[in-house]
């Protein structure tokens, strides 16, 4: 590819930088929503189930992380 001409995709359209990076954002909020999701939820399950508490040493490890920040 020489300079003159703009990148393209695996299928031959042009790459759109502006689009591209809307895409990248979105996915990046999704990934933080959906972390904060996961550790709400967690952190539920293990305040109405306490016998898991040393099932799992993630579990145990977020649910103490995530009470910290609180």
């Known amino acids: 590819m ?3 001409t703009s990148p393209e995709t695996q299928t ?3 790459v759109d930088s502006t ?15 959906l972390r904060t999701r996961h ?4 952190t539920r399950l293990m305040e109405e ?3 898991l508490r040393g099932v799992h ?4 490890f977020v649910d103490d992380a995530v009470r910290w920040t609180a």
């Open 57 to 60: 040493a993630l579990a145990d």
């Open 12 to 14: 031959g359209r042009p």
């Open 19 to 33: 689009h591209e990076s809307d895409g990248v954002d979105r996915r990046l909020e999704r990934r933080h929503a």
């Open 2 to 4: 020489d300079q003159t």
């Open 39 to 42: 550790a709400q939820s967690l």
């Open 49 to 51: 189930r306490t016998d």
